[in-house]
């Protein structure tokens, strides 16, 4: 995926398209997006465990509702302490 949105923005600045050759401002801020996507890219595996981790660990608002049978949990201090 990161190389179709570096091409993407790139096919947008070519000459026949602009009229001028891209800018030394325009290098550098493809420049900074290659090296962003470059990081998410090797933080993947990490950024997918900690997704299942938040998942985990996230309170069950909808179990609390469906034990309630179609009344709104109920916010006390117990619950929000949980969180």
């Not at 290098?27 to 299942?52: F, I, T, Y």
Request: glycine share 4%.
């Amino acid at each position: 995926m990161p190389y179709q949105v570096i091409k993407k923005w790139l096919s947008y600045r070519e000459t026949k398209i602009i009229d001028r050759p891209i800018t030394v401002a325009e290098v550098d801020h493809v420049r900074d997006v290659v090296r962003r996507l470059a990081a998410v890219c090797l933080l993947g595996e990490k950024l997918d465990a900690n997704c299942a981790a938040v998942k985990q660990a996230a309170y069950g608002w909808q179990q609390t509702a469906a034990a309630s049978v179609g009344t709104a949990p109920e916010i006390t201090l117990a619950v929000l302490v949980r969180m």
